[in-house]
């Protein structure tokens, strides 16, 4: 079976390109060094092996089921949550004073991206609870941390977000679930959720849902929108399970991929007593919960590179050992066969798939590395600095890899031929599971929406106007290179196109057409982000000058080639059309379609 993750890979990504022993120079970190950072590595490889690689297909083709009213899933997703837990990976970032490890955000993504590669549906339980104890830590009372957050960190209770609702997909605003103020200082919580993972389930102790609400008599829109904690059964001030709380499960969704974890229905509220706890402030659920949404929207990302990559070492795997046909320009038809790598269209798949998923690996951990410098920085201007960073990369770290790693496992599937079709190799799982990432968390549609319409636009274009001074950097780098200068000039070029067509776009929606820019959002997403994929290839390829001469640098620069010329000439058609607000779209009449 080949790997699912090459070390190699992450170790340049982490060590030679992104330094993130340095890290360690900040008071936040000073415990830790490349070895603490190698170790969790190690041990986070250790366990995705043993313990999640080996349930994946079965997790697949055995999906959740209702049995006697119970949520049945494979036994080995819990044994390998267990084993998760047990190596403190719940709390990989919490102080240790927490029972935490005290990570970087960079190392603990990179962890993460090592499960998501040998099974996602099960990595997913953990990537949620993380996300909500963080948002239980940065918005909860006092009580709340102290009766919910030990027991999230070490895995014993897991987490939810409940945001859809079957008429508030994407129109979170039109939410209509509602809370009431009870006697006891709680509220109680009715409605209907869609689409939960992890919603319902025997894989831990406790579940605690955090939940998009209207307080009654809350005004419409997203203003009024609450964020309530409901947890399945009762916590007590000692931590001690009470009582079943009224929240019930309407079913189980099934699902094209992705089928390891329960997707469900859930019913708040059905006999009147679904006890809930206002999360923070009223009125302001939707942006406390934009925290853990764009938390989930990173390792959204990453989740779609891994399985790119993932897929891409399948493939590669593949064709290095299957033999077919012969040289272009062999007449002999008593040679013997050649692998298929040796097949040039074969090595254009090969290479392709290659700079999809590292360059969205490396996206994810860029940013990754922001959110420790927006977290960590002693200058408070920096940490602002680098938020604001952060802001404008998020829509793009969550789509571009959702979007071309799956380009990726398309490939892996075309180098496998009539074999890729088949469940007898894994390419068709990765491909599946990797479909969902353009849609959850927030459609491309809607990351493209807000990556023109708010974030390249705020602040006067401020963040953009960053963005694109740390791309001039690395292109006046790599131009005293003879070996990158041709691709500095191009990167360049592309700069200053996005930045032409970012003004071109404020400007048109500053004079009163917004809708005409914004038709054209998708094509400016994929403009910027094949920029910023162009950029941080260019930047890899500066540090893989920098090693010793062996197939890990060439590979790399090899990748950044094929970027260049065969994917950055892209975003001048992009350009063209956002830049010219095309039409085309808007002209055509539903009634046309």
Same mark, same amino acid.
């Given at each position: 079976?080949?790997?699912? =993750?090459?070390?190699?890979?992450? !170790?340049?990504?982490?060590?030679?390109?992104?330094?993130?022993?340095?890290?360690?120079?900040?008071?936040?970190?000073?415990?830790?060094? #490349?070895?603490?950072?190698?170790?969790?590595?190690?041990?986070?490889?250790?366990?995705?092996?043993?313990?999640?690689? $080996?349930?994946?297909?079965?997790?697949?083709?055995?999906?959740?089921?209702?049995?006697?009213?119970?949520?049945?899933?494979?036994?080995?997703?819990?044994?390998?949550?267990?084993?998760?837990?047990?190596?403190?990976?719940?709390?990989?970032?919490?102080?240790?004073?927490?029972?935490?490890? /005290?990570?970087?955000?960079?190392?603990?993504?990179?962890?993460?991206?090592?499960?998501?590669?040998?099974? @996602?549906?099960?990595?997913?339980?953990?990537?949620?609870?993380?996300?909500? /104890?963080?948002?239980?830590?940065?918005?909860?009372?006092?009580?709340?941390?102290?009766?919910? +957050?030990?027991?999230?960190?070490?895995?014993?209770?897991?987490?939810?977000?409940?945001?859809?609702?079957?008429?508030?997909?994407?129109? +979170?605003?039109?939410?209509?679930?509602? %809370?009431?103020?009870?006697?006891?200082?709680?509220?109680?919580?009715?409605?209907?959720?869609?689409?939960?993972?992890?919603?319902?389930?025997?894989?831990?102790?406790?579940?605690?849902?955090?939940?998009?609400?209207? @307080?009654?008599?809350?005004? $419409?829109?997203?203003?009024?929108?609450?964020?309530? +904690?409901?947890?399945?059964?009762?916590?007590?001030?000692?931590?001690?399970?009470?009582?079943?709380?009224?929240? #019930?499960?309407?079913?189980?969704?099934?699902?094209?991929?992705?089928?390891?974890?329960?997707?469900?229905?859930?019913?708040?509220?059905?006999?009147?007593?679904?006890?809930?706890?206002? =999360?923070?402030?009223?009125?302001?659920?939707?942006?406390?919960?934009?925290?853990?949404?764009? &938390?989930?929207?990173?390792?959204?990302?990453?989740?779609?590179?891994?399985?790119?990559?993932?897929?891409?070492?399948?493939?590669?795997?593949?064709?290095?050992?299957?033999?077919?046909?012969?040289?272009?320009?062999?007449?002999?038809?008593?040679?013997?066969?050649?692998?298929?790598? &040796?097949?040039?269209?074969?090595?254009?798949?090969?290479?392709?798939?290659?700079?999809?998923?590292?360059?969205?690996?490396?996206?994810?951990?860029?940013?990754?590395?922001?959110?420790?410098?927006?977290?960590?920085? %002693?200058?408070?201007?920096?940490?602002?600095?680098?938020? #604001?960073?952060?802001?404008?990369?998020?829509?793009? =770290?969550?789509?571009?890899?959702?979007?071309?790693?799956?380009?990726?496992?398309?490939?892996?599937?075309?180098?496998?031929?009539?074999?890729?079709?088949?469940?007898?190799?894994?390419?068709?799982?990765?491909?599946?599971?990797?479909?969902?990432?353009?849609?959850?968390?927030?459609?491309?549609?809607?990351?493209?929406?807000?990556?023109?319409?708010?974030?390249?636009?705020?602040?006067?274009?401020?963040?953009?106007?960053?963005?694109?001074?740390?791309?001039?950097?690395?292109?006046?780098?790599?131009?005293?290179?003879?070996?990158?200068?041709?691709?500095?000039?191009?990167?360049?070029?592309?700069?200053?196109?996005?930045?032409?067509?970012?003004?071109?776009?404020?400007?048109?929606?500053?004079?009163? #057409?917004?809708?005409?820019?914004?038709?054209?959002?998708?094509?400016?997403?994929?403009?910027?982000?094949?920029?910023?994929?162009?950029?941080?290839?260019?930047?890899?390829?500066?540090?893989?000058?920098?090693?010793?001469?062996?197939?890990?640098?060439?590979?790399?620069?090899?990748?950044?080639?094929?970027?260049?010329?065969?994917?950055?000439?892209?975003?001048?058609?992009?350009?063209?059309?956002?830049?010219?607000?095309?039409?085309?779209?808007?002209?055509?009449?539903? !009634?046309?379609?």
């Amino acid at each position: 079976m080949a790997a699912f =993750v090459r070390r190699a890979d992450l !170790d340049f990504l982490l060590f030679d390109w992104l330094a993130a022993e340095r890290l360690t120079a900040r008071p936040a970190f000073a415990d830790h060094g #490349r070895e603490t950072f190698a170790a969790a590595l190690d041990t986070a490889e250790a366990i995705a092996a043993r313990h999640f690689q $080996p349930h994946n297909r079965k997790g697949d083709s055995e999906e959740p089921r209702l049995e006697n009213g119970r949520v049945v899933v494979v036994p080995e997703a819990k044994a390998a949550l267990d084993a998760f837990a047990e190596a403190g990976f719940f709390a990989m970032e919490a102080a240790p004073e927490a029972g935490g490890m /005290a990570l970087p955000h960079l190392v603990a993504q990179a962890c993460f991206g090592i499960f998501d590669a040998a099974n @996602i549906a099960t990595a997913s339980y953990p990537l949620l609870t993380i996300a909500a /104890a963080n948002l239980i830590e940065s918005f909860g009372s006092a009580e709340q941390k102290r009766r919910y +957050l030990p027991a999230m960190r070490a895995g014993r209770f897991f987490g939810t977000m409940a945001l859809t609702e079957p008429q508030a997909g994407s129109s +979170l605003g039109d939410v209509r679930t509602v %809370a009431t103020p009870a006697a006891d200082g709680t509220w109680r919580l009715k409605g209907g959720k869609i689409f939960i993972s992890g919603g319902d389930h025997e894989l831990a102790e406790n579940i605690v849902h955090l939940v998009l609400c209207r @307080i009654a008599g809350a005004p $419409p829109g997203a203003k009024g929108l609450s964020l309530m +904690l409901v947890a399945k059964f009762a916590v007590g001030d000692d931590g001690g399970l009470g009582r079943r709380n009224d929240v #019930r499960l309407g079913g189980l969704i099934h699902k094209m991929g992705w089928r390891g974890t329960t997707s469900t229905v859930l019913n708040f509220g059905e006999a009147d007593g679904c006890i809930a706890e206002l =999360v923070g402030e009223p009125g302001r659920g939707l942006a406390q919960m934009f925290q853990m949404m764009n &938390e989930a929207r990173i390792g959204v990302g990453l989740g779609a590179a891994m399985l790119g990559h993932a897929g891409y070492l399948a493939a590669l795997d593949y064709a290095r050992t299957r033999p077919q046909g012969r040289p272009a320009d062999a007449k002999d038809a008593t040679r013997p066969q050649v692998p298929i790598v &040796e097949h040039a269209d074969v090595r254009r798949m090969l290479l392709a798939q290659k700079a999809y998923a590292e360059g969205g690996m490396a996206l994810c951990l860029y940013a990754a590395r922001i959110v420790d410098d927006s977290r960590t920085l %002693a200058d408070p201007a920096e940490r602002a600095r680098a938020h #604001r960073l952060l802001e404008v990369l998020t829509p793009i =770290v969550k789509a571009w890899p959702a979007e071309w790693c799956l380009e990726a496992n398309k490939l892996a599937i075309q180098v496998h031929g009539g074999y890729g079709f088949t469940r007898e190799y894994p390419v068709e799982q990765f491909y599946r599971d990797n479909r969902l990432n353009p849609i959850h968390e927030g459609t491309n549609g809607i990351q493209a929406l807000d990556l023109l319409g708010r974030k390249a636009t705020m602040q006067e274009g401020a963040a953009m106007a960053d963005l694109l001074l740390r791309i001039d950097a690395t292109a006046a780098r790599a131009a005293a290179h003879p070996a990158l200068d041709e691709m500095a000039t191009a990167l360049d070029t592309a700069a200053r196109r996005l930045d032409r067509v970012t003004r071109a776009a404020r400007a048109a929606m500053a004079a009163g #057409r917004a809708a005409d820019a914004l038709a054209n959002a998708a094509a400016y997403l994929d403009l910027a982000g094949h920029t910023v994929v162009a950029w941080l290839w260019l930047d890899q390829a500066l540090a893989a000058l920098g090693l010793p001469d062996d197939p890990l640098p060439r590979g790399k620069l090899a990748a950044c080639r094929w970027f260049f010329r065969w994917e950055l000439p892209k975003t001048e058609h992009w350009a063209d059309l956002v830049e010219r607000l095309d039409a085309t779209v808007r002209e055509t009449d539903p !009634d046309w379609l």
